[in-house]
């Protein structure tokens, strides 16, 4: 049965709408961050650079930073400014990885956490500049490489998003949603259920629920998108999410646009929050992130650009943002970033020096 005439132009009235909005939304011009920014404390002159998408952890008396790289190069720190290569996750590139993805070339966006008597590493790899990607597991006992119950033990796929249709390779997800199967982070609610939260511009940033024991997504779990971006703007990227609970909100930091285009490098972090894990998420303007919102984090530092591909760590109640950056009179050369995050007394984050 056709669809009556009313029934038709309510839907294409609903759909101009949105269309409306979103170009709305991407044609304000939004202020700069104009303030003074609390100060990078990571020794640029450490072995750390270059590094992309560093992930922070403490173990014992050491700090470690995990980083994108050919096969899951880390470093270690026994103060957040001094820092040494320690060593890599893997001594070649995982059987299953290869099977999957035949060209893979990288242990990409690395994610630390420790959960249930274990250090988790979630890492992926894709394909350049399509979704055709993957996400693994691999699990130990310590991070100390001296210490003799260190090994890393490889769990295999976790997440894949393959192309939905053959000769588009930007179009992808699985039998029941579109996703890449890129940059997940690990979180644990509050009433700690596991979940993870990944993806980038093509079908947003997606959050889905883990089984806790397998810390594989549970059969028919639902992919529920957090965030997405215009895809008609200039630069359309979203990425890099990750998430932290504070105060009754779930915070959610993803970065924006592309991170790697030298001069015409936008990179920023960006950050909204929500009252429950699924959200809906909102910005500091009340703008849902779903819409292409988020508030700006950071743009830049002084001589560094590409700000972004975050990570949030906390101790003795001092949170810290930590992001790669990028130096243009070094030929991009990038750069690990450790920051103090400040919160405003409305519960937003700020890393301005004073909030």
């Known amino acids: 049965m056709r669809p009556s005439n009313g029934i038709t132009s309510f839907f294409i009235s609903k759909a101009l709408l949105l269309i409306a909005l979103m170009l709305l939304l991407t044609s304000c011009a939004e202020p700069p961050l104009n303030c003074a920014l609390n100060p990078n404390i990571a020794d640029p002159n450490s072995q750390t650079s270059p590094i992309h998408d560093p992930s922070l952890i403490r173990a014992g008396e050491h700090y470690y930073v995990y980083s994108s790289s050919a096969l899951g190069t880390f470093y270690r720190s026994g103060d957040l400014q001094h820092w040494q290569n320690a060593g890599q996750v893997f001594n070649a590139l995982p059987k299953w990885l290869l099977q999957q993805l035949p060209d893979a070339d990288h242990i990409g966006a690395p994610d630390l956490a420790f959960y249930n008597g274990r250090y988790l590493y979630f890492y992926q790899s894709h394909i350049s500049n399509t979704c055709n990607a993957a996400t693994g597991l691999a699990t130990n006992t310590t991070l100390n490489p001296n210490d003799p119950d260190y090994a890393w033990i490889d769990h295999g796929l976790i997440l894949r998003s393959t192309p939905h249709y053959d000769g588009i390779d930007i179009y992808c997800g699985n039998q029941d949603a579109t996703y890449n199967a890129i940059d997940a982070h690990f979180f644990v609610d509050q009433e700690q259920i596991p979940w993870l939260v990944f993806g980038s511009t093509i079908g947003g940033i997606k959050l889905i629920e883990l089984d806790p024991e397998t810390l594989q997504p549970r059969p028919n779990a639902e992919f529920i998108t957090l965030a997405q971006r215009w895809l008609l703007q200039d630069d359309p990227i979203i990425e890099a999410p990750h998430l932290v609970y504070r105060n009754g909100y779930y915070y959610l930091f993803v970065s924006f646009n592309h991170c790697c285009l030298d001069a015409d490098t936008q990179y920023q972090v960006r950050v909204g929050r929500a009252r429950q894990i699924q959200g809906p998420y909102y910005d500091a303007d009340h703008w849902p992130m779903f819409l292409g919102g988020g508030t700006l984090l950071i743009a830049q530092d002084g001589d560094y650009m590409a700000t972004g591909h975050s990570d949030l760590f906390s101790e003795s109640g001092q949170d810290w943002l930590v992001h790669h950056a990028k130096r243009p ?27």
């Open 329 to 355: 009179d070094q030929a991009y050369r990038a750069y690990l970033h450790i920051r103090k995050l400040n919160w405003s007394d409305g519960d937003w984050p700020s890393l301005c020096t004073t909030p």
